[in-house]
Structures are given as C-alpha cells and as structure tokens.
C-alpha cells in the first residue's frame, strides 16, 4: 500500500485571512474590542471616553475620545496589520510604556465587523474618515466632527457566523465588557468615562475623581470608606492603592484588582502576593478586597507575552515579590480584622428581614450569622439604567450611588483601646461565646478563635527562639499511610522536627510519632500528623521553608486550643484576653476567621430606631 505524499506547496497567506486568525486570539468577543479601543483612546492622551454599546455590543461598539487625534495619513494605516504608532525598532519593546503596541487590534477588528473611524486633530479645521467592512478598507476623505477620534463598531462577526454562534445573550456580553471599562475607569484617575447600552447610561465616571471616589460609584460606599491607603517605594519601583479589611473578603478575585502602570493585570506574581500577604487574616477559600497600582521603569517588566496583554515578566520578579510582600503584610497586620456590627445589620437590610424604621428587630427571626459573608458575596451585579445626559456633564448626586444603606459610615477604629482594662463581669453564651461591654459598645468573643490565634503567636515565639519544647511519648504511636505519603514525609523529616513533631519511618507504609510540642492540648499524633501531611502536599517544592512551617504550626494551634464548650470563669477568660491583647494581632485565629464580632454605640442607636 503506498501513502499519497502531500504535494501541496507553502504560500504566504492573504492579509485578511492572517488579520482573522489575529483576531480569533485578540478579539474574542464585544468585551475584547471595547478593551483594545479604549486602550487607544488613553494612548492618544483621552480625557474624557465615552462607550456607546447596542445589543450587548454585538450591533454596535462605538468609542469616542478627545484625545490628540490622527492625522489623515496615519489614519490609511490605522486598519493595516502590524501598524502602529508606538513602536518603531526592536528595542523599543524593552521599554513598552504605552498599553497598545502590537498594531493587531483595529486589522483583527476590521476583518470581522463594518468599522468606521473618524478623527479630527485639535487646530485643525475639518477631520477625516476610513471605513473597513470585513476587510475591504476605503480610502479617507473629509468629515466634519469634534476634535478627537471616534471608532465605530457594528455587527461584530457578521462574516464569521462560528464565531458569533459562540457569543453569548447580550446581558452577558455587556456585562463583560462593562466589567473592562469599570476596570479601565479605575486605573485612570484623571479620566472621565460614560457607558450607555441602547442609549441608557449605566456607569459614569467624572475625570477629577480619586480612586476612592471611583471605587464608591463602581461598588459601594460602604467599601470605599472601609479602604485603607497604601503607599511603599523601592528605587524606581511605587506601590499604591487601596485594601479592604479582611472582613470585606470574598470567595472570588473580582474586586482584586492590579493596575501596572495603568494596565490592568491578572499575573499570577501579583495575586499571590496579595493572598500571602493576609495569609492567616483571612478565612481559607476567600480573598482579600484590593486596588493596588504598581508603577515601575517599563524596561524592568515584560508585557510582550501574551496577545492580551493582560500577563506579564518580571524582569526580577524575586526583587519584585519580596518588596510586594513585605509591604502589603505590614498594612494587612494594621487592617481591623474583628467583623463589625454594621455589616450584620446591612445584610439584614439587604435579604428584607429588617428595615431602619420598621416595628422591632425582635419581631424577625435571626438568621445563622454564618451565612452573612456568604451571602454578600453571591449577589449578582446589578447593571444601573441612568438618564442620558451629555458625556461632559456632571450627574445628579445619587447617578451609580449604591442605595442610602450602603452610605452608612463603617464602624469606627478603637480609640478607646488604651482605655480597655479587658475586665469582667462577661456573659458566656453556650459555653463558647464571651460577650463583654467596651467603652464604646460591646463585642462578642469566640473564646477557641481567639485561644487558637494565641497558642499559635506562642508556638512561632518558641520557634524563633530556638526553645520549642517537645513532649516525647512512652512508646511511639505508629500510623499507617501509603507508600506516596511515606516518601514524603521522609524528605522533610529535619523540619518537622524543627516544629516539634518528631517522627521516623518504621515501614513501607507505616511512621512512627515519637513526639509533638509540649504547647498542645491532648494531642492526636494520627490527627496532627494529617494535618503536616496536608501542607507537605500543598506546599511541597512551592514555598519555602518558613511557610511550610507556618501552615504546620496552623494545624497544630487548632489542637492545643480551648474549645467550643469548655468552661472559662472570669479570671481565666481575662487572662485570655489580656495574653491576647499583648500578641498585636489577636482579630482572627490561624486560619482567617473572625476572633470577635464588634458592635459600636452607633450601630445600637441604629438597630434600636434612635437614628
């Protein structure tokens, strides 16, 4: 049987097909296109952006700026692939400074949609105008319109049904795409975005606005005024922004959110930084709330590396980590970790169950507090319709401002702290919960959380200090493993000793634990011994040495803890809180949950009717 050789010769393909396969990577759907056209509009200098979007911006995309325009003979270039402005020799992409540089996007969008540009450069008397239908590009001729350039996008896809089949409903889309402009408003402090979706406005953005004027109307006031400020500088390198306190953590990364040099960024170095910089101030499986802009010489970072630009190189990312870490760690630490009492009065507000104004909040019944932060996090975005008005003109005071409830101040820092003598009389409840009056209010304790975070500051001090004291047994318990779990543990052996857990191989499948730090309260080596297994899983080859040992020291101070349900008498339970005070960081246990719930005077005024 003879094979037929492929005889087919190599030829160089037309430029419309090699701009649609540009496209199928660049412009995935309206979103993608109103990300690379407002991308252009902050380039060209835009102060103001306005977004017009129909039909989810699958009928039309329209993106209008008063930037510095283009001259009519670059503008017979603007559709053409690979031509660009801001580029022009190789070494120019060292130092990338702008956030388009490719000259992919307007080609990849022109051989999918019916495009029109339109520009008028500032002094000059009339404008010009190109059109692109699927890649059949006219020549420019003379227009008139303000100065500034508008990109006029319509039936996106009309020529490549797949890929419009692939679209999802509009609501969707928008959405999508409504995400990337709030995304794009953020990082641009300075300019003024307007969004309409079939001519209804929906977000709106003044130029003079700070970031935290933007976060208040892209979310709400109650997070806005939570936020604290960061600021950090190494040589070149600033880190500044925004982060929320961990009881603003969500169970998504959708409002967290970094900006390079005003482009916005999902980069694995940077997530990870954040996350390990509220490592045990946060409950596992939520992230921290944070809009952190890092501004850096352009030749230290690679942004060459995807088609999207939307990941980057860290030209020394060890330099870069360290320096992040280290100073979101020291703002996480003097963040206010105990969950107010507002937040538990506004969820209330928000499911219906209780209203500033109605008969008694004895009249409802309470739901488990548990569900509170869950709840919070899965309500749906809600997509504001406001009254179109000019793109230049100032909105009524309440245009994208959250509802009155969300307008409530946030409970206040603890001045009176230096004033708290921690003494009873305390009111346990179930055995569990210590409630005790403070010179503003009240809180209520989680006696284990609380007892779990202090055991945990005792054994890291112990460990520090080279005098971590371990229990040894009269005879080893052995524990029965697999064959992977053995291996494992025999290539960390030094440093489980290292945090008191002295255990030896004894067989194939078979270790043996010999001791456990004296600090543990009836330990359970089987149980201990999950627990290393667990984080020499997760974290072997990945972190170094000190995280392994903090995750380590995490399961340990959960069993050598007071429990839910052991009985505390006053003099104990003061000792509890003054040992607790003296760590400085005694708001959450090991693992991220909450030691106390706060409640100010101002939030008992509130849910009694007296304001």
């Not at 939570?226 to 409002?255: C, I, M, N, W, Y």
Request: proline share 5%; aromatic share 6%.
């Amino acid at each position: 049987m003879t094979t037929k050789r492929n005889t087919a010769r190599i030829v160089e393909l037309p430029e419309l097909v090699r701009n649609q396969i540009a496209a199928g990577e660049v412009i995935e759907r309206p979103a993608s296109a109103v990300k690379e056209l407002v991308e252009n509009a902050l380039d060209a200098g835009a102060g103001h952006i306005h977004i017009e979007l129909e039909a989810g911006g699958t009928k039309l995309i329209r993106v209008t700026d008063d930037g510095q325009g283009i001259a009519r003979e670059d503008l017979e270039l603007c559709f053409r692939s690979h031509a660009t402005s801001k580029l022009r020799d190789a070494s120019d992409l060292e130092h990338i400074a702008s956030l388009g540089f490719r000259g992919e996007a307007l080609a990849s969008i022109g051989s999918v949609a019916r495009c029109k540009i339109f520009s008028r450069q500032p002094g000059e008397e009339i404008g010009w105008q190109i059109e692109n239908e699927g890649g059949r590009i006219t020549e420019a001729r003379e227009a008139g319109g303000a100065h500034g350039t508008s990109v006029e996008v319509r039936d996106l896809f009309f020529n490549t049904p797949a890929r419009r089949r692939f679209l999802k409903q509009d609501s969707t889309e928008l959405t999508r795409s409504l995400e990337w402009i709030q995304r794009m408003a953020l990082a641009n402090p300075g300019v003024g975005f307007v969004a309409t979706h079939n001519k209804k406005r929906l977000y709106d953005i003044e130029p003079e606005m700070d970031l935290r004027g933007r976060v208040r109307r892209t979310f709400s006031a109650e997070l806005a005024d939570s936020l604290l400020p960061v600021h950090a500088e190494e040589g070149d390198t600033v880190l500044s922004g925004l982060v929320a306190p961990p009881a603003f953590a969500q169970r998504t990364t959708a409002k967290q959110m970094w900006f390079l040099n005003g482009r916005f960024l999902r980069d694995r170095v940077l997530i990870r930084c954040l996350s390990d910089a509220f490592h045990g101030l946060i409950d596992g499986g939520r992230h921290p709330v944070a809009f952190l802009t890092l501004a850096m010489n352009p030749a230290q970072v690679d942004v060459n590396v995807h088609p999207t630009k939307s990941e980057v190189r860290f030209r020394d990312s060890r330099r870069v980590f360290g320096f992040l870490r280290k100073a979101l760690r020291e703002i996480a630490l003097s963040t206010d970790a105990s969950t107010p009492g507002d937040h538990m009065l506004n969820a209330l507000e928000r499911r219906g169950e209780w209203r500033a104004g109605e008969p008694s909040l004895a009249q409802h019944e309470l739901p488990d507090p548990s569900r509170f932060a869950r709840e919070r996090d899965q309500e749906p975005l809600v997509v504001r319709e406001l009254p179109v008005t000019n793109p230049g003109s100032t909105p009524a005071a309440s245009s994208g401002v959250p509802t009155p409830i969300d307008d409530l101040p946030p409970s206040e820092p603890s001045p009176w702290a230096a004033r708290d003598e921690r003494k009873g009389p305390f009111l346990v409840v179930d055995q569990t919960y210590i409630l005790r009056t403070l010179p503003d209010g009240f809180e209520i304790v989680d006696q284990h959380a609380l007892h779990e975070r202090l055991t945990f500051e005792g054994l890291k001090a112990d460990l520090a200090s080279g005098q971590l004291e371990v229990q040894h047994f009269l005879m080893p318990e052995l524990i029965e493993v697999d064959r992977a779990e053995v291996t494992l543990v025999s290539k960390h052996l030094e440093l489980l000793a290292e945090v008191g857990i002295e255990v030896s191989v004894f067989g194939e499948t078979t270790l043996a634990v010999q001791g456990l730090p004296a600090r543990f309260r009836n330990p359970k080596a089987e149980e201990v011994l999950s627990g290393a297994l667990h984080s020499l899983r997760t974290r072997d080859g990945k972190l170094d040495k000190l995280d392994l040992l903090e995750d380590v020291l995490h399961s340990a101070a959960c069993r050598s803890s007071v429990m839910a349900g052991d009985e505390l008498d006053d003099s104990e339970i003061e000792s509890l809180l003054e040992r607790a005070a003296a760590t400085g960081n005694d708001q959450t246990c090991p693992h991220g949950r909450p030691t106390r719930v706060r409640f100010s005077n101002s939030d008992l005024e509130r849910a009694f009717h007296r304001k």
